[in-house]
């Protein structure tokens, strides 16, 4: 029902069932239908499958659909109305072929509220149907697809391929009374058009009319057929029982595409030509982001969330910047949440905290919808993210070869330095325990092949004239030709100190090199470590975080069998003869069991360090490490190749190495290094291991 007490009870012919027959209709339902019009209507094109049990008479189109001026362009429109008119058009009335005239309008402004019901129209004298609706779309602030379905719901114009004169004058069903002839200035399409729109927005514009709230709403014109009460929970659904005062019963919603008795249709037809046409009208979730605030690698974000769907429980909110984004729970009170959904309460609020990425972004929040409806943007505010970290600097190469040669360039630049370490860049475990050994005695490690020596890095030997080399791995590893290659780098001693100029440090496996690698500093009289780290040797992300932490302590990493249940005898030994008093043991259960766990600390007392991943284990070695830090160093943690060569400077320089994603570094890194007041970040690896994101240091 309109302002004018219209009942509409419109099936798809468009034919209205005056007040007087559907008090009757249940019983003179067999033989009226063909003359009445109230048979089933079978839409154009039907989107998705739906059925009466999914419809909400307390919010039957989410007012993001309803008021939205720019729904649809005028192109966009008439493609519509092409593709839900097939065929020939019978006449000139057929909406993808119509042209009319339409009465230019002011703006109106309502009398009570103040508010703009419709802004200015511009008409025309031989507009399509399609500029019609889009300017009534914009200048009203209602959807062109609440318009088109309307259209279809009051006279079946969007389908009908040859309407009556009849039809056309009565288009949006506006000031035509069930009891009296429509308006005469109402009549035409263009004016039904701007008119049936501008008074579908004035309900709310002007206050006018039923409200959302607690509301009692008849299923028929004949009150013997009863009512329901609910809550219309918005503006959008209480402007259609306006509109069209009926709500379906359960009977008509069983029979979706049929008739019922005591069945009024208008809305039900309303909610099913939507879903068929432009897929689901409600479900929307609704909020906005109110406000960024921006501090050290962080913004706060404030604003709200509702979804339909989930009135009484908290909506998801994805928060977003320049290569990140973080899932969050509007949960907390926020006053602007009360009213936007009846019922809803004001607990939809959120405000957080969240890591971000540096420099200038948009940050953006969408809230996550349930159910049926979309997700849906609550906004994005322009901002610039400050840091402490004065320099994010990248040491990368063309491969891990060339990556150790640039780390060692850019630590190195003396000649005639007392070692360099070399280990095989096909594999890691050798060079995993040569790391806190070169930490520890500030000497580079470069990476060769099992068959030979990369040119560049034979350069930066010859560049650096190590007084010694130190070969770690056997002859699997490391070939004796590569031996030979080694010893024809300038500056070696040539055994003038006493001391082999190029030495191979080996054992029967990857464990007992560990071993004999921790031996060459530790084994008495030398060094006494007061603690060992222990990690894995059968994976490399453990034991590359332990690396760097290690060789700042100046503590062996011993590698063991994750597998075992007891410690091996010779690393047992090992530990005895080095004299340790305390071990690290990095990775969690699944890494080394409590039982071995347990042995372990039979020998010295064991603490465990270790987090959810490889990412957040190398944050808890790190912490423990290092309680203070100006720089830290980044690695992917995909691969080992750029940790090792750059764990060792890392160790050397009393620097954290911290394990990264590829294209975003891990909150609790990021976490870690504002917590520190980390000033300089140097990132290990070309673009290809450390991406855009990991540079801005956007959080994962």
Excluded at 290 to 295: C, I, N, P
Excluded at 439 to 454: D, F
């Amino acid at each position: 029902m309109n302002e004018f007490g219209r009942a509409d009870n419109s099936m798809g012919t468009g034919i209205t069932v005056p007040r007087r027959l559907a008090r009757v209709l249940s019983l003179l339902l067999s033989v009226s239908l063909a003359t009445i019009g109230l048979v089933a209507f079978q839409p154009a094109v039907q989107a998705q499958a739906i059925d009466g049990s999914q419809f909400n008479a307390g919010y039957i189109i989410d007012d993001s659909n309803f008021y939205d001026g720019n729904a649809m362009s005028q192109a966009q429109i008439q493609s519509f109305l092409e593709a839900n008119e097939p065929g020939a058009c019978g006449n000139a009335s057929c909406l993808k072929n119509y042209t009319g005239a339409s009465s230019s309008q002011g703006q109106r402004v309502s009398d009570s509220t103040g508010r703009v019901r419709c802004n200015a129209y511009t008409g025309g004298t031989s507009d399509t149907a399609a500029a019609i609706i889009f300017r009534v779309q914009q200048a009203c602030g209602i959807s062109a697809k609440v318009i088109l379905v309307t259209l279809q719901k009051e006279q079946g114009l969007v389908s009908k391929t040859a309407p009556s004169d009849a039809a056309m004058a009565r288009a949006m069903g506006f000031a035509c009374p069930d009891t009296a002839p429509c308006a005469t200035w109402a009549l035409g399409f263009g004016n039904q058009v701007y008119w049936g729109t501008l008074q579908l927005n004035t309900y709310k514009a002007s206050n006018f009319g039923l409200q959302p709230g607690l509301r009692t709403i008849g299923y028929s014109p004949d009150p013997s057929c009863g009512s329901s009460t609910f809550v219309v929970s918005n503006y959008a659904t209480a402007a259609l029982y306006n509109y069209t005062p009926y709500t379906p019963n359960d009977a008509s919603l069983a029979s979706l595409y049929g008739t019922a008795p005591c069945g009024a249709y208008g809305n039900r037809n309303f909610w099913v030509y939507y879903n068929n046409w432009f897929g689901g009208p409600t479900g929307n979730p609704q909020g906005a982001l109110q406000a960024v605030v921006t501090a050290n690698n962080a913004v706060t974000v404030t604003g709200w969330a509702v979804d339909p769907d989930i009135p009484s429980s908290a909506t998801s909110v994805q928060v977003s910047g320049v290569g990140w984004s973080q899932v969050i729970s509007a949960n907390s009170a926020n006053a602007a949440s009360q009213g936007a959904l009846a019922g809803a309460g004001t607990n939809h609020g959120f405000s957080a905290t969240l890591l971000s990425a540096v420099g200038t972004q948009q940050i953006c929040a969408v809230a996550i919808n349930q159910g049926l409806g979309v997700d849906v943007s609550l906004g994005c505010r322009s901002v610039t993210v400050p840091t402490k970290v004065a320099s994010t600097s990248r040491i990368g190469g063309t491969d891990r070869y060339d990556t150790a040669v640039q780390i060692a360039k850019a630590n190195f630049t003396t000649a005639g330095i007392p070692a360099v370490y070399v280990a095989s860049g096909e594999n890691f475990p050798d060079a995993l325990s040569a790391v806190p050994i070169a930490a520890a005695t500030g000497a580079p490690l470069l990476l060769v092949t099992s068959a030979g020596v990369p040119q560049g890095v034979l350069d930066e030997l010859n560049a650096l004239q190590p007084k010694r080399i130190i070969v770690v791995g056997g002859s699997e590893a490391i070939s004796p030709a590569v031996v030979a290659t080694l010893t024809t780098v300038a500056g070696l001693a040539k055994n003038g100190n006493g001391a082999p100029d190029v030495v191979r440090m080996q054992g029967t496996d990857r464990y007992q090199t560990s071993i004999a690698i921790g031996d060459s500093l530790y084994a008495p009289p030398a060094l006494h470590p007061t603690m060992a780290y222990v990690a894995i040797g059968s994976n490399f992300p453990d034991a590359i975080s332990a690396a760097a932490a290690a060789g700042h302590t100046k503590s062996p990493l011993l590698l063991i069998d994750g597998g075992a249940t007891t410690v091996q005898a010779n690393i047992a030994a090992a530990l005895t003869k080095w004299g340790v008093s305390k071990i690290t043991v990095v990775g969690g259960t699944g890494a080394i069991s409590d039982q071995l766990f347990s042995a372990l600390n039979g020998i010295a007392p064991a603490t465990r360090v270790s987090g959810s991943d490889r990412f957040a284990t190398s944050v808890a070695v790190n912490v423990a490490a290092f309680p203070n830090a100006t720089g830290a160093y980044v690695a992917t943690g995909s691969s080992y190749a750029d940790g090792l060569t750059g764990g060792a400077v890392a160790g050397a320089k009393g620097s954290p190495m911290l394990l990264s994603q590829d294209s975003c570094v891990p909150q609790g890194a990021i976490g870690q290094i504002v917590n520190w007041g980390v000033t300089s970040v140097t990132l290990l690896g070309g673009t290809e291991a450390l991406g855009s994101g990991a540079q801005s240091l956007a959080p994962c």
